[in-house]
């Protein structure tokens, strides 16, 4: 579903959100809503959280599997499902 190049790891939050600012991303799958908390989390960037329970917040997207989440991520992006 997600090609390896499109999957980055970081060791702190505040490199993994300055890297989805430098990297321009529409969209941006995590397991930890934290994330999308830090306040330089760019407001454009659509929030998918991958988890059990959904989130309170209105503006995070949750599922609670990996089919789900890239469901969601192919009808929000328009991308085109490479199965």
Known sequence: GIAPSFVHFEDT????????ATLGL??????LE?????PS???NVAKLLYAPEP???EDITTCATWD???E???AQSGANRRD
């Open 13 to 20: 939050r505040e490199a993994k959100v300055a890297r989805i």
């Open 72 to 74: 969601r991520f192919h």
């Open 34 to 38: 934290e994330t999308f908390e830090e």
């Open 41 to 43: 989390f760019p407001k």
């Open 68 to 70: 789900a989440l890239l």
């Open 55 to 57: 989130s309170p917040r």
């Open 26 to 31: 529409t969209h941006f799958i995590d397991d």
